[in-house]
């Protein structure tokens, strides 16, 4: 017999919660182990159509999906519980809401400070996300602006820190492919449970 691959999942997303707090994986670790087990054809247009209509309804959704308005809600609830789900916010333009002024900043820091530099990051609005990278850098963030002197005073900003020694930007000049998750999502779906009659596999 076929195991259920939802009693599956939920069996990886016990033992993972198990792993996570044993061996203290990193958000992005977790984030890898949990896009390799759960996702499956039906996952996938769900969060499309979310995406491509915010403001959908659960009825809505199934009637467009063919699947039943109770598999549309346990999909949703799966995918928050499991964290794949983070939020139901508006996607904001930066540009149309006057920041139109970008950069990405490497920084090389003093051994150890990680911590300091992700609280002052944190503390400073105009970064909207930084990483911890390898390579010639520690941190990679991206920061925005409403004009080229409010770019440069949160350069300055940076370069002021103490836990900094050194910073290199480049000013972004124009977006070639916006940030984006479904294309990969869709690139190697799972097949969806045999209970949802719209996403059988074809004969």
């Known amino acids: 017999m076929t195991p259920d691959p939802h009693i599956a999942g939920q069996q990886f997303l016990i033992g993972l919660a198990r792993v996570h707090r044993n061996a203290k994986l990193s958000g992005s670790q977790l984030y890898i182990l949990l896009m390799s087990g759960l996702l499956d054809a039906l996952d996938v247009d769900l969060l499309r159509t979310m995406h491509e ?20 809600q ?10 794949v789900v983070t939020g139901h916010g508006p996607d904001i333009d930066l540009e149309a809401a006057g920041y139109g002024f970008q950069a990405f900043v490497s ?25 911890a990278t390898t390579g010639s850098s520690d941190v990679l ?34 977006t070639v ?17 045999r209970r949802a009659p719209a996403y059988r596999d074809a004969p």
Do not use: F, K
């Open 74 to 83: 346990a999909r949703l609830d799966r995918l928050g519980r499991s964290g």
């Open 177 to 193: 492919v916006p940030p984006r998750t479904l294309p990969l999502l869709a690139s190697d779906p799972r097949s969806a449970p």
């Open 53 to 72: 209509n915010p403001r959908i309804g659960t009825l809505e959704l199934a009637r467009r999906l063919g699947v039943a308005r109770g598999t549309v």
């Open 141 to 174: 963030c991206r920061i925005a602006a409403s004009s080229h002197e409010d770019l440069q005073n949160s350069l300055l900003a940076l370069s002021r820190s103490p836990y900094i020694s050194r910073s290199t930007s480049v000013v972004v000049l124009s």
């Open 107 to 131: 920084l090389e820091i003093a051994q150890g400070e990680l911590t300091d530099v992700a609280a002052e990051l944190a503390a400073l609005p105009a970064v909207l996300e930084a990483y």
